[in-house]
């Protein structure tokens, strides 16, 4: 199973975007999903995740405020909605879900080495 993720592309600062993640082969309503973002020469950051049970949405510090997380259970599909860009939210943005079995419906996790099934990521860029 992989996830696909869509709705990039090329925003004005102050502009929105909504990502997509959609899964094949999962049900996305069992597991917490993340949504992280990766630039050149970084790890992948965190930077928003849904959990099935418990505290959340969470969201990283410098977008909290102007991202939304949400699920369509019907789409199997997760969401996150984008607002008031700034050239800094730009890079790759892929979902993934929790690696550790005893974890996977929590956003306990934060660093993208605990989690899996990375689709191939949809390109932001945010420039006047």
């Known amino acids: 199973s992989q996830f696909v993720e869509s709705g990039g592309g090329l925003v004005q600062p102050g502009g929105s975007l909504r990502l997509s993640c959609v899964a094949s082969?999962?049900?996305?309503?069992?597991?917490?999903v993340g949504w992280f973002r990766q630039v050149p020469g970084k790890e992948r950051e965190r930077v928003s995740c849904s959990p099935v049970n418990g505290d959340g949405p969470f969201y990283a510090q410098s977008v909290k405020g102007r991202f939304t997380i949400s699920r369509d259970s019907a789409k199997n599909t997760v969401y996150l909605q984008m607002t008031g860009l700034k050239p800094e939210d730009a890079g790759v943005y892929y979902c993934?879900?929790?690696?550790?079995?005893?974890?996977?419906?929590?956003?306990?996790?934060?660093?993208?080495?605990?989690?899996?099934?990375w689709g191939q990521g949809t390109q932001v860029t945010v420039s006047s």
């Open positions: 082969g999962s049900n996305l309503d069992s597991f917490a």
């Open positions: 993934a879900v929790p690696s550790q079995r005893v974890v996977e419906k929590t956003c306990f996790m934060t660093t993208a080495l605990d989690y899996r099934q």
